[in-house]
C-alpha cells in the first residue's frame, strides 16, 4: 500500500468515513473541516501509524494532503 492510500484510510477512519476521497491540493482543514485540535490528533496517528515522529516545527508546513505524502515519503524507510 503506498503512502497516499494509507494517509487516505486513516483520514476516513479519523472521520468515519466522512472523507472518502482526496486530492494533493486538498486542505485538511478548509477542504475537510478540520480544527487545530483534530490535526493535532491526526498527526499524532501519522506517527503511530508510520513509525515516525514529526517535528513541531513542520507542524505548520502540512497544510495539504500532498504536504503531508511529500512528507512522509521522505521520512518513512
Do not use: H, W
Not at 485538511?28 to 513541531?56: K, M, Y
Amino acid at each position: 500500500m503506498d503512502i497516499q492510500t494509507k494517509l487516505l484510510e486513516i483520514l476516513s477512519d479519523y472521520t468515519d468515513g466522512r472523507i472518502t476521497s482526496a486530492k494533493e491540493d486538498d486542505v485538511l482543514t478548509a477542504d475537510f473541516g478540520l480544527n487545530s485540535f483534530e490535526l493535532f490528533d491526526l498527526v499524532c496517528i501519522v506517527e503511530e501509524t508510520f513509525d515516525i515522529s514529526i517535528p513541531d516545527r513542520m507542524l505548520p508546513q502540512l497544510i495539504t494532503v500532498g504536504d503531508f505524502v511529500r512528507y512522509l515519503e521522505q521520512e518513512v524507510k
